[in-house]
């Protein structure tokens, strides 16, 4: 496993529909060694924090496999990393191997999986497109969710190593699955037992059983 990008970006102003729209999806690659803190990259900042950051979604990694599926899906449209607003673009970490809770050491740094991505209208702003958002969700490519556990310094080239794995065995893919309506109740409880899993999706799936 392997990081291949740290992209940051801070937040700018934007018009969409007309309207005025403040937010920082759009991130850039960087070189060099960056400092993962516990709410982000420095030199990287979140615009609406009611909806994006903090502790449970510090920092947002997209695998560098999906690249090619959304490449035949939008073949006018350039995909450098850092396309969907991920802080890292990461190889050999996929949703569906890697458990809520898993804990992982990429350069100096430490994590956790949190979540997967659900993203909101701004995916849209950032392809110019209405439709991004619907198939975003309906490829069930999310990305990953992290906090951090030990911040520490990250650059492209890192190894990203697992340290722990979750024994509840509940994925990333998993969580997506019960997010869209396609997982049955068992998995459902299975997932509420989960401490590592972000407490609004927590309070979201409880939901599905009553």
Same mark, same amino acid.
């Given at each position: 496993?392997?990081?291949?990008?740290?992209?940051?970006?801070?937040?700018?102003?934007?018009?969409?529909?007309?309207?005025?729209?403040?937010?920082? #999806?759009?991130?850039?690659?960087?070189?060099?060694?960056?400092?993962?803190?516990?709410?982000?990259?420095?030199?990287?900042?979140?615009?609406?924090?009611?909806?994006?950051?903090?502790?449970?979604?510090? #920092?947002?990694?997209?695998?560098?496999?999906?690249?090619?599926?959304?490449?035949?899906?939008?073949?006018?449209?350039?995909?450098?990393?850092?396309?969907?607003?991920?802080?890292?673009?990461?190889?050999?970490?996929?949703?569906?191997?890697?458990?809520?809770?898993?804990?992982?050491?990429?350069?100096?740094?430490?994590?956790?999986?949190?979540?997967?991505?659900?993203?909101?209208?701004?995916?849209?702003?950032?392809?110019?497109?209405?439709?991004?958002?619907?198939?975003?969700?309906?490829?069930?490519?999310?990305?990953?969710?992290?906090?951090?556990?030990?911040?520490?310094?990250?650059?492209?080239?890192?190894? #990203?190593?697992? #340290?722990?794995?979750?024994?509840?065995?509940?994925?990333?893919?998993?969580?997506?699955?019960?997010?869209?309506?396609?997982?049955?109740?068992?998995?459902?409880?299975?997932?509420?037992?989960?401490?590592?899993?972000?407490?609004?999706?927590?309070?979201?799936?409880?939901?599905?059983?009553?």
């Amino acid at each position: 496993m392997k990081l291949i990008s740290v992209c940051v970006g801070l937040p700018r102003e934007v018009i969409w529909k007309g309207k005025p729209v403040t937010t920082g #999806i759009f991130k850039q690659p960087v070189a060099g060694r960056v400092m993962m803190r516990s709410l982000n990259l420095d030199g990287d900042q979140q615009a609406d924090l009611t909806v994006h950051g903090g502790i449970e979604k510090a #920092i947002y990694a997209y695998p560098k496999e999906h690249y090619p599926y959304w490449q035949q899906e939008l073949p006018n449209q350039a995909l450098p990393w850092g396309a969907f607003g991920e802080n890292l673009t990461i190889e050999g970490l996929l949703e569906t191997t890697v458990n809520i809770g898993d804990r992982l050491r990429i350069g100096t740094a430490e994590v956790m999986v949190t979540q997967p991505r659900f993203p909101c209208f701004k995916l849209n702003l950032k392809f110019g497109r209405d439709d991004m958002v619907k198939r975003f969700l309906n490829s069930q490519l999310s990305g990953i969710y992290f906090s951090v556990v030990q911040e520490g310094e990250v650059g492209a080239g890192d190894a #990203i190593e697992q #340290i722990s794995r979750d024994q509840n065995n509940i994925t990333v893919a998993d969580i997506v699955k019960i997010y869209v309506r396609k997982a049955d109740d068992d998995l459902v409880r299975r997932a509420l037992q989960v401490p590592a899993l972000a407490a609004d999706l927590k309070t979201h799936f409880q939901q599905h059983l009553n």
